[in-house]
């Protein structure tokens, strides 16, 4: 086996036959946001059935206007094929299956517009998508954006996603991975204040985090995972001088997993450690906080064009850490500034639902016609 493999490579060497590819639920996030479009766009691609069953958790009209409004001019686009379980899927190209939720009117979603009820909604998918993980129903769920100021004001108090799942799902240690081709970054903290985040900084939790990461690594088929450690100061505290997080906490955390028999180095400057991971160095980097960890994924994923005024590229998924149920989900927002033109990106959902396929344990099998990028 390849020590380290492509994320987006299967690694058991499994062909399973039709019947047996697992049902991977899609939700369908903010219905004022580019997630029913991106699903379409994504579900389009005939090579994702033969990896998986994929099935959308969402609303009937929202996905009748999605397949309205990236319909190619004489090109036949999927047919929508409305189930109440699991087991009536048809799991074929060409059959867009939705588990109707039939919770919101999509005559009365403005795409672009924050509003509660889309809140209200995208909760809903997302619940439905973990009773269903939890009960084995389906293998995997993939995750499209959310909108956290509607989530909000439909009354759920949790800052995004991974902290949803985490408390619907009873997880008390979990982490926020993101990858793209063989660049990954795990978080130490996501969605709270800078300030906050510098609080959060302590060995229990970054030794926590490592673990997760590197159970994660031999997850996806690297025998012998090599883990870099940020530091959170400039320069990584410069011995004391900027800093003494890395002296109290870090470099702590860092000998306890050294001791566990991990291979880790650090810390390590900010400024360098994911040129250095990108480029091969070690297999994932710890960020100590969001944007830290963040910005370095959106350079390497994110391409915006200027002249289209379009991300001619987006690439990179999101991954949840030590929950009881595989979750992986694009790695940007709801993009009300795109929602309802049919020029949203779905690449970085095809990531997150190969990438899916891959952690249930199957190969992703070539398609003869070669269209498989």
């Known amino acids: 086996m390849d020590k380290h493999p492509n994320t987006l490579t299967g690694t058991s060497g499994h062909k399973h036959p039709r019947g047996h590819k697992p049902v991977i639920g899609i939700t369908l996030g ?4 580019i997630g029913a479009e991106i699903i379409v766009k994504a579900l389009s691609a005939e090579e994702l059935y033969h990896l998986c069953r994929p099935i959308v958790i969402g ?14 001019p004489g090109v036949r686009g999927p047919s929508l094929h409305c189930i109440s379980a699991v087991e009536e899927a048809k799991g074929e190209y060409g059959t867009l299956d939705l588990l109707d939720l039939n919770n919101i009117e999509a005559d009365s979603v403005t795409y672009g517009r924050v509003d509660e009820a889309c809140g209200k909604a995208s909760i809903e998918y997302i619940e439905k998508a973990i009773e269903l993980a939890l009960k084995r129903e389906i293998q995997a ?20 996603h991974t902290e949803f799942l985490a408390a ?6 979990y982490a926020l991975m993101l990858i793209h081709d063989n660049f990954r970054i795990v978080h130490i903290s996501n969605h709270i204040s800078l ?28 025998e012998n995972p ?22 109290e906490e870090i470099i702590p955390a860092l000998k306890l997993a050294g001791m566990q028999g991990i291979k880790v180095e650090g810390p390590i400057p900010p400024d360098t450690i994911f040129s250095r991971t990108r480029g091969g160095q070690y297999d994932l980097a710890v960020a100590m906080y969001h944007d830290q960890g963040h910005i370095a994924m959106k350079v390497a994923g994110f391409t915006y064009d200027k002249e289209s005024d379009r991300w001619s590229s987006i690439k990179g998924v999101n991954v949840t850490l030590g929950l009881p149920i595989i979750r992986t989900s694009v790695d940007h927002g709801v993009a009300f500034d795109q929602a309802g033109k049919g020029t949203a990106n779905p690449q970085s959902l095809e990531e997150a639902i190969k990438l899916a396929g891959q952690l249930v344990g199957v190969r992703f099998i070539e398609p003869d016609n070669g269209r498989h990028k």
């Open 30 to 33: 903010d219905p004022a946001g």
């Open 226 to 247: 090599r883990i870099a450690v940020a530091g959170l100061n400039p320069h990584a505290g410069e011995g004391g001088l900027f800093g003494r997080e890395e002296i």
């Open 141 to 160: 769920m993939v995750t499209a954006p959310i909108h956290k100021e509607a989530v909000n004001r439909a009354g759920l108090p949790y800052p995004g």
């Open 195 to 222: 300030k906050q985040a510098c609080e959060e900084v302590k060995r229990e939790r970054i030794l926590k985090v490592i673990g997760l990461g590197n159970e994660m690594l031999k997850r996806l088929g690297i």
């Open 59 to 72: 609303e009937a009209g929202l996905l009748k206007k999605a397949l309205a409004l990236v319909k190619v």
């Open 168 to 173: 619907l799902t009873g997880t008390e240690d």
